[in-house]
């Protein structure tokens, strides 16, 4: 595996990172309705296989931005949040009967949501 071969460089792994894995962690997060949740444990994720790659664990205690910086890897929060913004500005652009612009663009007020799981029929 190219992620684990001592001989691959570390910046080639990254590029790897970003042009196979990142894009898949990714998929459809623009449409997501994204919480801290989300995006610490996609944070927590990516972290994981970068050490992974550079063959760090937590126990050796080597700081994250040391880490990105060697592989050359963005954090996952600023794409996140720059494939949102460009997803967004596409949705803005359509013309105002399209289904996904009444969807994202239009709230409803005055509408009260239940807590918790829905109730099963």
């Given at each position: 595996m190219v992620e684990v071969d001592k001989r691959v460089p570390q910046k080639l792994k990254g590029k790897?990172?970003?042009t196979a894995i990142r894009p898949a962690m990714l998929y459809g997060a623009e449409c997501w309705?994204?919480?801290?949740?989300?995006?610490q444990q996609l944070s927590v994720a990516e972290m994981r296989m970068l050490?992974?790659?550079c063959g760090h664990t937590r126990r050796d205690r080597v700081r994250n931005e040391v880490i990105r910086d060697r592989v050359g890897v963005a954090p996952i929060e600023e794409k996140?949040?720059?494939?949102r913004?460009?997803?967004?500005?596409?949705?803005?652009?359509?013309?105002p009967e399209a289904p996904v612009r009444n969807g994202v663009l239009e709230r409803v007020d005055n509408v009260?949501?239940?807590?918790?799981?829905?109730?099963?029929?």
């Open positions: 790897f990172y970003r309705p994204t919480k801290r949740r989300h995006v050490r992974w790659f996140l949040t720059q494939h913004l460009r997803w967004f500005g596409h949705v803005q652009r359509r013309p009260k949501r239940g807590r918790g799981r829905p109730k099963l029929t």
